[in-house]
């Protein structure tokens, strides 16, 4: 650990007028691994959209690497993951193009699919979103986001609508990404992913403090 990479405090989010969120405290480290648990409705997608800084929060403090800017370094994969309609291989390089770095781009895929469980890569990179089955779906998501080497990535129920199969891949993706020293904060309610990564568990509710939760699994 390298010191706090977030750190919030009395971090209120409000959807018209209602209060989706409330923390008293929070700090993750560089290069943990943390896991939001908690019953539907206690926040933990709404955190992860702070952390993401897809949203401001209504009151509070949200600091990120000591007042850096998180925006280009964290990266969000959603429960339901949405493709593009066009193939694997671009829907993996389009943010590399975005940002104009295209001269590794089949390097790149190649390494990105077969850390989110692609034994085969090529075997991929020409079909479309059709094509795939939704765990496939899930696990192209999770390669477009590694092409994008982030310093923090955030998964929101990411085993939720998936089959066992992917769902392990996607556990051990997850645990390899957090060895590389990628912080890794995973919203769940599946108790095999919990018991596949050793990751500190923080359980949300209407009321709760970071410092008060659980010690790593």
């Given at each position: 650990?390298?010191?706090?990479?977030?750190?919030?405090?009395?971090?209120?989010?409000?959807?018209?007028?209602?209060e989706?969120?409330?923390?008293?405290?929070?700090?993750?480290?560089?290069g943990?691994?943390?896991?939001?648990?908690?019953?539907?409705?206690?926040?933990?997608?709404?955190?992860?959209r702070?952390?993401?800084?897809?949203?401001?929060?209504?009151?509070?403090?949200?600091?990120?690497?000591?007042?850096?800017?998180?925006?280009?370094?964290?990266?969000?994969?959603?429960?339901?993951?949405?493709?593009l309609?066009?193939s694997?291989?671009?829907?993996?390089?389009?943010?590399?193009?975005?940002?104009?770095?295209?001269?590794?781009?089949?390097q790149?895929?190649?390494?990105?699919m077969?850390?989110?469980?692609?034994?085969?890569?090529?075997?991929?990179?020409?079909?479309?979103?059709?094509?795939?089955?939704?765990g496939?779906?899930?696990?192209?998501?999770?390669?477009?986001?590694l092409?994008?080497?982030?310093?923090?990535?955030?998964?929101?129920?990411?085993?939720?609508?998936?089959?066992?199969?992917?769902?392990?891949?996607?556990?051990?993706?997850?645990?390899?990404?957090?060895a590389?020293?990628?912080?890794?904060?995973?919203?769940?309610?599946?108790p095999?992913?919990?018991?596949?990564?050793?990751?500190?568990?923080?359980?949300?509710?209407?009321?709760?403090?970071?410092?008060?939760?659980?010690?790593?699994?």
């Amino acid at each position: 650990m390298s010191g706090k990479l977030y750190e919030a405090r009395n971090l209120v989010q409000r959807y018209n007028g209602r209060e989706a969120l409330n923390v008293q405290h929070l700090a993750i480290e560089e290069g943990e691994a943390v896991f939001l648990t908690g019953p539907n409705g206690c926040g933990k997608s709404t955190l992860l959209r702070l952390l993401a800084f897809l949203e401001r929060p209504a009151a509070g403090e949200l600091r990120y690497a000591g007042g850096a800017e998180g925006r280009k370094e964290a990266t969000l994969l959603l429960q339901d993951p949405y493709l593009l309609h066009m193939s694997v291989f671009n829907n993996v390089a389009l943010g590399l193009k975005f940002r104009n770095q295209t001269g590794e781009l089949r390097q790149v895929f190649e390494c990105c699919m077969q850390a989110a469980g692609f034994a085969d890569p090529w075997n991929f990179a020409d079909r479309g979103p059709r094509e795939l089955s939704g765990g496939e779906l899930q696990r192209v998501a999770l390669a477009s986001r590694l092409a994008l080497r982030p310093r923090v990535l955030l998964l929101d129920e990411p085993t939720a609508n998936v089959d066992a199969a992917s769902a392990r891949a996607l556990a051990q993706a997850v645990k390899n990404c957090n060895a590389d020293g990628i912080t890794v904060v995973c919203a769940t309610h599946d108790p095999a992913l919990l018991r596949a990564i050793d990751a500190r568990e923080i359980r949300l509710g209407t009321s709760w403090d970071m410092d008060a939760c659980a010690s790593p699994l």
